[in-house]
């Protein structure tokens, strides 16, 4: 296939034609696996606040009533709920710990919480309760929140 120096635009139907039959069916498979994932990376995602992974986040501030349905799993440790991309845990009975829900690794909106500590579930970057990275594709750890509890009320704020 010739290209020119021009800056051509072609559509999806053009592009798929230009990889002929076998290249649109392998696009075709690729496609549909990735459609598949449980996780999304979605683009233009950034933890509710512009700071490098790893360091406290600012312009966060929201309360949750531990008396509502929707964060009665924070009653128990190791409980968690999710509240605006932040992941909530309550560690023991006193402590409670909040990170962002986006992966430092390639920004995927993937972080749990299980066995103590926090995951992606696209590409198996782990962290400590604490945020910090604990492998290759942790390195650069989680954007955590501060957190305290007053009564059932907790705030989660930077």
Known sequence: ?????????????EFLKSLGFKGASLMAVYCAASGLSSCSKE???????????????????????????????LNSPDGFVIVNQIVVVRVNSTTFSAVT??????????????????NCSVHGAMYDINGKGLNAEGARGLTTYKTALTGTNLRVFS
């Open 1 to 13: 296939m010739f290209y020119n120096s021009m800056k051509t635009n072609l559509n999806r139907n």
């Open 43 to 73: 683009e233009n995602v950034t933890p509710s606040s512009n700071v490098k992974p790893g360091t406290p986040a600012t312009g966060v501030d929201f309360t949750l009533d531990l008396t509502k349905t929707d964060y009665s799993k």
């Open 101 to 118: 829900q986006v992966c430092s690794h390639e920004g995927n909106v993937a972080i749990s919480y299980a066995n103590g500590g926090f």
